[in-house]
């Protein structure tokens, strides 16, 4: 097999070069670490190559990305822009604070605005951190979002993080890589820490 | 049990903060995508942080990593600094160019680089990418790495990337995650593509 040469050619009615570009839909699940921190290293490559970022952020809590935004930011003020939203500040999938309701709300309200974007193609990545949740917990309808998805317009490359990813995602997105954790530090006492964790 | 408080608690002598705040040698391997991205990622935690950074790319080719090198280099410039070793300009893991003893030369070269600069703590994160293959090839000693990973003084951060990490290296570190490939673009007749592979 000559070097480079797909083993499987599609019969998509594409040209190579036109399967080539194709805009990606790209997965990072599984219980290990790096799915999210994978999905920002992904940014710095789009960036170089000058296209817009949305990062649309379904966290956790607060702290635990200040070290990408910050830096995701600042190359933002001196490259292709960046922006940065959060889904309902202080909004938590530990659902602590506020109802259940409210945090589906917001869920619904981040997923609406992620569909306006795509629609006006906005962003030329897209990153969707921790999005597999919202699903799982049925906020966002995964046949909206695999509809939305696979519609979308123009050259939009989308990355969606989270545990759990639904089947459908998975079976929708053209990369699918599993972060498993084989060792962790909290294992033997350890407790996150800055510049690591955050 | 408390939330956040540890399973297991090691009988290392150490307060809870000293371990906390330990630093740590993390591994990325696995056949799948991200180990090198992620390993960026935590980068730019670590330049939020105001740490001195060291890139030490045991390199399959020049283009693979300039989408993060460029703005790795652009955050050097407005924040703390990034530093950014090729081992031996060229070098390629597939072995084409040179001899092999050139390669092993460089590499090993490359490792002498990254001691000084452990010696001289020189920075606060290393990233040490792709280093999983000279040592699988030989061309570095395990326990002179082992050895002097384990001796390293200060709070230096080391990550290291690549497939197939020796068992003694995966004894060692702190986060081991292992990333896996559920499904790749390649699979289905799409070969790399820009601001996505580098």
């Known amino acids: 097999m000559p070097q ?4 499987h050619v599609p019969e998509d009615g594409l040209t190579t070069r036109q ?6 839909v790209i997965v990072h ?13 992904l940014a ?31 190359l933002g003020e001196i490259g292709p822009p960046v922006v ?7 909004w938590s ?3 602590k604070a506020g109802t259940e309701e409210d945090h ?9 605005q992620i569909k306006r974007d795509l629609a006006a193609e906005t962003y030329r990545l897209l990153v969707l951190d921790e999005f597999t949740y919202p699903i799982k917990w049925g906020w966002i309808d995964i046949d909206d979002v695999t509809t939305t998805l696979t519609s979308r317009p123009g050259a939009q490359h989308v ?35 800055k510049g690591i964790e955050w």
């Open 4 to 7: 480079g040469k797909p083993e």
């Open 19 to 24: 399967r080539r570009n194709r805009p990606l």
């Open 29 to 41: 699940t599984g219980p290990g670490k790096g799915k999210s921190t994978a999905a920002f290293g």
């Open 44 to 74: 710095l490559r789009a960036w170089n190559q000058g296209w817009p970022i949305g990062v649309f952020q379904f966290v956790k809590s607060a702290k635990w990305r200040i070290g990408e935004e910050a830096a995701l930011r600042a």
């Open 84 to 90: 940065w939203h959060k889904m309902g500040e202080g």
């Open 93 to 95: 999938w530990i659902k």
């Open 104 to 112: 589906a709300a917001d869920a619904r309200e981040g997923w609406n």
């Open 159 to 193: 990355v969606i993080t989270g545990r759990d990813a639904h089947p459908d995602l998975l079976a929708l997105a053209d990369l699918v890589t599993e972060m498993t954790k084989l060792k962790h530090p909290m294992d033997t006492g350890q407790k996150g820490q």
